[in-house]
Antibody, heavy 119, light 107 residues
Framework: QVQLVQSGAEVKKPGASVKVSCETS????????IHWLRQAPGHAPEWMGWIHPNSGATNYAQKFQGRVTMTRDTSITTASMALSRLRSDDTAMYYC????????????WGQGTLVTVSS | DIQMTQSPSSLSASVGDRVTITCRAS??????LNWYQQKPGKAPNLLIS???TLQSGVPSRFSGSGSGTDFTLTISSLQPEDFATYYC??????????FGGGTKVEI
């Protein structure tokens, strides 16, 4: 069965960086984009960007340009997202999710990784 | 960017009620509209894609309709497990992909 399993919760200080991983299984990794989204408490999910599994090409939401880096390792079918220069308003649940290559919808999601930014 | 607006932001309903949630796009998105259900502490779960296509395993009491700018999610007979928050999401433009603000369905 399709699974996306994310790394554990993180607590970071303002100005630091965080890296969250997403280990996938149960499907052909190179056939689906991996997206990263985040959700602050009481808010809707917010799309951060995607990575093409084959080429490694990325597309980031303008809001995160310059602070986010998405990578993947096809040998271990794992994607990662790093966010730098963290601020308190980056505190959120971060999710990876997959979509087909038409980017029609997010059909499977990771369980989420809570990132808390606090001094 | 395409803005997605959901209404209402919350509603109270009883088991067995018919519930309708609306989602409006700031410009036409054809039928590139998806609906998700999210329960507390869980990731969103895809219910409907392409405005009206029910995902495998989703009960038939859920249905979606609409095209262009106006869309609806209907639950024909609300069940206890349906109390959750529902989000619409457009995939017409992928930069950026965007969600509505959510509708919390409460008892």
């Amino acid at each position: 069965q399709v699974q996306l399993v994310q790394s554990g919760a993180e607590v970071k200080k303002p100005g630091a960086s965080v890296k969250v991983s997403c280990e996938t299984s149960g499907y052909i990794f190179t056939d689906y984009y991996i997206h990263w989204l985040r959700q602050a408490p009481g808010h809707a999910p917010e799309w951060m960007g995607w990575i093409h599994p084959n080429s490694g090409a990325t597309n980031y939401a303008q809001k995160f340009q310059g602070r986010v880096t998405m990578t993947r390792d096809t040998s271990i079918t794992t994607a990662s997202m790093a966010l730098s220069r963290l601020r308190s308003d980056d505190t959120a649940m971060y999710y990876c999710a997959r979509s087909n290559l038409k980017i029609s919808d997010f059909d499977f999601w990771g369980q989420g990784t809570l990132v808390t930014v606090s001094s | 960017d395409i803005q997605m607006t959901q209404s209402p932001s919350s509603l109270s309903a009883s088991v067995g009620d018919r519930v309708t949630i609306t989602c409006r796009a700031s410009r036409s998105i054809s039928n590139y509209l998806n609906w998700y259900q999210q329960k507390p502490g869980k990731a969103p779960n895809l219910l409907i894609s392409g405005a009206s296509t029910l995902q495998s395993g989703v009960p038939s009491r859920f249905s979606g309709s609409g095209s262009g700018t106006d869309f609806t999610l209907t639950i024909s007979s609300l069940q206890p497990e349906d109390f959750a928050t529902y989000y619409c999401q457009q995939s017409y433009t992928t930069l950026p992909l965007s969600f509505g603000g959510g509708t919390k369905v409460e008892i």
